[in-house]
């Protein structure tokens, strides 16, 4: 190695997980590549399969695009090693490291929100001070995602100041993210400890009642699909309140399992994601490297966590345990393919699509 080499490479800064080297990164990057390769397979088949059935579960989608992050990640990571002087996929392999457990942060919340929204529709529809304070999370979840992917590729820069400015956002962004992680948690808790009101009880709800099964091999049976007269009927005559599409309610399967897989997942993103805003806040005191800047801590706190969490979903069908009605594009194709009957107190052209209007029920959207 030249001596110029050797100087890059020492100068480097800390960084969670260590930088990866030859002799101990292949095979960790070969073993998550392999994994997250099988589990984008098998959330791609339900994706497909859902929606050739007129079940649009949009979460499956995003659970298949974290695994594809995450194969690029290690993809990097394993470059990163066989070119350690490479600065550009050093940092790539950063960036892609930073982002993709977002996404499992977002989809855990917006699990928790249906399960708070099915205990208080009178308090969840859509407009109310819940669902709006939720929208302005997950627009901020996304703000500080922005913050920490910009910040990931600068452990290279040579200004002082401006890498302890860019430190102190990384700090803030990585206690946002654990409080995040632990969200879903809390708004469980608090579906369950508020007491159900009259009005939550009465509130007009939608689900999707033609579920059967939550087992492993169970797909939703087109032929079940109510016509969009059935679906709309459902709304008794003259109701003036927003109704809200809600996932199945206990006696259509057991609740229980759908409140473990939000707070299973909760406490290990939550652990994972500690760690590394521990790591983040500790390299400015520490002069020996210290327990969580080794790479066993990174494939534990990143890979393990998502891969676990990413079974326990898959295993436990949350596309079928948080799906709500939302009329997207294939149901109502669908619902057009079982008759061509006019909706109630609607002029529907067969080829437009659905809308659902206020006067109805009011608006009807889903999040």
């Not at 302005?136 to 910040?151: K, P, R």
């Not at 700090?171 to 369950?192: C, E, G, R």
């Not at 709800?205 to 579920?211: F, G």
């Not at 109502?332 to 809308?355: I, W």
Request: glycine share 4%; aromatic share 12%; net charge positive.
């Amino acid at each position: 190695m030249s001596q110029s080499t050797a100087e890059i490479l020492a100068s480097r800064p800390a960084l969670f997980g260590d930088y990866p080297v030859t002799k101990d990164d292949i095979a960790g990057c070969v073993v998550c590549i392999v994994c997250f390769a099988v589990l984008a397979v098998i959330n791609m088949t339900i994706l497909r399969r859902n929606l050739a059935r007129g079940h649009k579960f949009i979460p499956s989608g995003a659970m298949f695009g974290l695994c594809m992050a995450r194969i690029v990640t290690f993809s990097m990571r394993l470059a990163s090693a066989i070119h350690p002087t490479n600065l550009n996929v050093s940092i790539a392999a950063s960036i892609f490291i930073a982002a993709g457990v977002v996404i499992l942060f977002v989809l855990n919340v917006l699990f928790s929100q249906r399960l708070f929204t099915a205990q208080h529709p009178s308090r969840a529809y859509v407009g109310s001070a819940f669902y709006n304070i939720m929208k302005l999370f997950y627009i901020s979840i996304i703000a500080f995602l922005i913050v920490l992917v910009v910040t990931s590729g600068v452990y290279y820069h040579t200004n002082a100041t401006v890498m302890q400015g860019i430190a102190q956002f990384r700090k803030v962004a990585m206690v946002y993210f654990t409080v995040t992680a632990f969200m879903p948690t809390l708004i469980v808790a608090a579906a369950y400890a508020i007491p159900r009101s009259e009005q939550d009880r009465t509130w007009p709800v939608h689900y999707a009642h033609w579920i059967d099964s939550y087992s492993g091999l169970y797909f939703p049976d087109p032929r079940k699909l109510p016509s969009a007269v059935e679906f709309y009927a459902e709304i008794p005559e003259g109701e003036t309140r927003i109704p809200v599409q809600v996932i199945p309610p206990p006696d259509r399967g057991t609740r229980k399992v759908s409140i473990f897989l939000v707070l299973f997942a909760s406490v290990i993103l939550t652990f994972g994601t500690a760690v590394r805003t521990a790591a983040t806040f500790g390299h400015a005191a520490e002069i020996q490297k210290p327990w969580y800047d080794y790479r066993v801590t990174m494939y534990m706190c990143i890979a393990l966590v998502e891969l676990m969490v990413e079974i326990s979903w898959i295993i436990g069908r949350v596309d079928l345990r948080f799906y709500i009605p939302n009329n997207d594009k294939s149901w109502k194709k669908l619902a057009t393919a079982q008759g061509t009957e006019k909706l109630p107190h609607m002029d529907v052209d067969e080829e437009a699509e659905v809308d659902t209007p206020r006067q109805l029920s009011g608006e009807r959207k889903s999040f």
